[in-house]
Every structure is written in structure tokens, then in C-alpha cells.
């Protein structure tokens, strides 16, 4: 994590960004320095609290924005910039960096690759949950170890709009109540937390993104009623994680699972950065993975 040195001045604003007021105003500020200290490019996996310096890139024609659906890759990727001439900045949430433990070890520091690393901390000060504590607490551990240079920076979060997704996540619930449903992360288990607390045929994902077909896979294994298959609701960026997960519609044996993806081509949890995907390229793959039994999806069928 390559700290930054403030210009003397601060480069123009390009055209149509408009001025950012609140956290937003800091994260521009943090931008800004990033660009001027030569970063030619931004590529990462969404994060809610990182949300505002997606939406600069996004903006910014001084450099390219990658959004890239596992932080490993996006870091792989980012290494390969690097050795191209670039000067990337990842940007990822910390629960994603113990993904990149092996690329940062045996490719981005055993290469002194320059590349700048944004990684929001959760697990960390106000944030106690669960699932991220681990992780909060090596963080700085590991960039210790390996010697890269850190600085942390504050933070309050951010939100993002939920569009149709509660209403959604409420018509599967309702409808699928009498079998067990595996709940991807994020909003969607928040969402059906919200709508039936402890509900003793759900399980909420809080974290492990991309895993939810594992799972739901795991529970199919020992199942024995198809005509009451497990569920699993998923997001169209969750799916492009864990690809492995359904190549487990031809690799494991057990009742089948009902597939459901909500494809609003959107990191919905996240500040609503677009997925790198299409609904028909989810679809081809998971037609080429062995899915034969359809399932409803928001506006199509897989």
C-alpha cells in the first residue's frame, strides 16, 4: 500500500465531475493526490465504503476504471499494468484482500511491482461484525510482514440504494418458505434478515461472496426431498466470483438446487458500481456448466 505525497496544487477538475461535499469531499481529495502521483489507472472489486473514488474514476477521463469480479484477479491484473508500464490503484475492502494473500507474496512483492493498494478496513473501529474481525485484525499484520508501506485513513461509510431488489428478495421468501434458502451477501440477507429474523430454513451470508452454489450445493448433498429443492438467491456479481460454484451442477451428485440470480447488472451493496457482465454471458455460462432445470431471474431465465 504505497503511501501518497500531496501536490503543491491540485490538478484541475475534469470537465461535467462536479465539486463533492462530506466524506465524498475527503475521498476527491484522496483521488486527486492518487492522480498526481502518476496513477494511470483504477481496478478493484467493489466496496460500499470505496464507493465515492469509483464514482471519480468513473468520471475522470485522465485514467481507466476496471471493475473485476474477485480482488486476486483484479490484483493480478493490476500487476500486470504495472509490468506494462502502468501505475495502477487497487481498490477492494479487506475482507476480499485475504483472497490476495499469494498474489501479493509471490507476484506484486517479490516483483516490487508498483502498484497502489485502497483498502477499506472493516472489522475495524465502530465495525464489530462477525465476519469481518478477522480480517481487521491482520490486515496491517500482513503489509507489516511483507514491508509495504501503509498509512490508514478515516472513514465513515456509505449506503446504497436498494431499488426493486426488496421487493424481490421478499417474492422468494414468501414463495420458497417451506424449503431451505442459502441468502448471498450483502443486501439480500440483510433484506430477508429484516423480513423473517432467525427464519430456521434460511441462512444469511455475511460474507464469503461468490460462495452462495457452494453452499447451497453442500446442502443439496444431503438432501432428500427434490421435490422441495434447496435454493439459493443470488447476485449477478456474487456469480461472476464464484464461477467454480456452478460447475458443481456437474460435479456433485444430490437433489437439485433452484438457481435464482439477480441480474440488475449492478454491485447493488456496494454503491450500485456496474458488474462486468450480461445477462446472456451468465446464462451461456451456466448453460455450459450443465444447468438443465430453468430458474426465474430478475427479467430472464436461466
Given at each position: 500500500?504505497?503511501?501518497?505525497?500531496?501536490?503543491?496544487?491540485?490538478?484541475?477538475?475534469?470537465?461535467?465531475?462536479?465539486?463533492?461535499?462530506?466524506?465524498?469531499?475527503?475521498?476527491?481529495?484522496?483521488?486527486?493526490?492518487?492522480?498526481?502521483?502518476?496513477?494511470?489507472?483504477?481496478?478493484?472489486?467493489?466496496?460500499?465504503?470505496?464507493?465515492?473514488?469509483?464514482?471519480?474514476?468513473?468520471?475522470?477521463?485522465?485514467?481507466?476504471?476496471?471493475?473485476?469480479?474477485?480482488?486476486?484477479?483484479?490484483?493480478?491484473?493490476?500487476?500486470?499494468?504495472?509490468?506494462?508500464?502502468?501505475?495502477?490503484?487497487?481498490?477492494?475492502?479487506?475482507s476480499g484482500f485475504g483472497s490476495c494473500?499469494?498474489?501479493?507474496?509471490?507476484?506484486?512483492?517479490?516483483?516490487?511491482?508498483?502498484?497502489?493498494?485502497?483498502?477499506s478496513l472493516r472489522g475495524t473501529g465502530?465495525?464489530?461484525?462477525?465476519?469481518?474481525?478477522?480480517?481487521?485484525?491482520?490486515?496491517?499484520?500482513?503489509?507489516?510482514?511483507?514491508?509495504?508501506?501503509?498509512?490508514?485513513?478515516?472513514?465513515?461509510?456509505?449506503?446504497?440504494?436498494?431499488?426493486?431488489?426488496?421487493?424481490?428478495?421478499?417474492?422468494?421468501?414468501?414463495?420458497?418458505?417451506?424449503?431451505?434458502?442459502?441468502?448471498?451477501?450483502?443486501?439480500?440477507?440483510?433484506?430477508?434478515?429484516?423480513?423473517?429474523?432467525?427464519?430456521?430454513?434460511?441462512?444469511?451470508?455475511?460474507?464469503?461472496?461468490?460462495?452462495?452454489?457452494?453452499?447451497?450445493r453442500g446442502v443439496s448433498s444431503r438432501?432428500?426431498?427434490?421435490?422441495?429443492?434447496?435454493?439459493?438467491?443470488?447476485?449477478?456479481?456474487?456469480?461472476?466470483?464464484?464461477?467454480?460454484?456452478?460447475?458443481?451442477?456437474?460435479?456433485?451428485?444430490?437433489?437439485?438446487?433452484?438457481?435464482?440470480?439477480?441480474?440488475?447488472?449492478?454491485?447493488?451493496?456496494?454503491?450500485?458500481?456496474?458488474?462486468?457482465?450480461?445477462?446472456?454471458?451468465?446464462?451461456?455460462?451456466?448453460?455450459?456448466?450443465?444447468?438443465?432445470?430453468?430458474?426465474?431471474?430478475?427479467?430472464?431465465?436461466?
Open positions: 500500500m504505497n503511501s501518497t505525497t500531496a501536490p503543491p496544487t491540485t490538478p484541475p477538475r475534469p470537465p461535467g465531475v462536479a465539486e463533492p461535499s462530506g466524506f465524498a469531499a475527503s475521498a476527491a481529495a484522496l483521488y486527486e493526490d492518487l492522480v498526481a502521483d502518476g496513477a494511470t489507472s483504477h481496478v478493484g472489486t467493489p466496496c460500499g465504503i470505496l464507493a465515492p473514488l469509483w464514482t471519480q474514476a468513473e468520471n475522470d477521463p485522465r485514467v481507466t476504471l476496471t471493475t473485476i469480479s474477485r480482488e486476486d484477479t483484479a490484483l493480478a491484473f493490476a500487476a500486470g499494468q504495472a509490468l506494462a508500464g502502468g501505475r495502477p490503484v487497487v481498490l477492494m475492502q479487506n494473500v499469494n498474489v501479493m507474496a509471490s507476484l506484486v512483492c517479490a516483483f516490487e511491482l508498483p502498484v497502489t493498494l485502497v483498502v465502530v465495525d464489530h461484525t462477525a465476519e469481518n474481525r478477522g480480517m481487521g485484525a491482520v490486515t496491517r499484520t500482513l503489509l507489516d510482514a511483507w514491508r509495504v508501506p501503509c498509512v490508514a485513513l478515516d472513514e465513515p461509510g456509505s449506503r446504497a440504494p436498494l431499488h426493486r431488489l426488496d421487493q424481490l428478495v421478499a417474492h422468494v421468501v414468501e414463495r420458497y418458505e417451506d424449503r431451505p434458502i442459502v441468502l448471498t451477501t450483502g443486501y439480500v440477507s440483510r433484506i430477508a434478515y429484516g423480513l423473517r429474523p432467525g427464519a430456521p430454513n434460511h441462512f444469511y451470508m455475511v460474507g464469503s461472496m461468490g460462495m452462495a452454489a457452494a453452499i447451497a438432501w432428500s426431498d427434490p421435490e422441495r429443492a434447496p435454493v439459493v438467491l443470488d447476485g449477478d456479481g456474487a456469480v461472476l466470483m464464484g464461477l467454480h460454484g456452478l460447475l458443481l451442477e456437474q460435479e456433485t451428485t444430490g437433489c437439485p438446487i433452484l438457481h435464482l440470480v439477480a441480474d440488475d447488472a449492478a454491485y447493488a451493496s456496494t454503491g450500485s458500481q456496474a458488474v462486468p457482465s450480461s445477462r446472456r454471458r451468465i446464462r451461456d455460462l451456466a448453460d455450459a456448466a450443465g444447468y438443465t432445470r430453468p430458474a426465474l431471474v430478475w427479467g430472464w431465465v436461466m
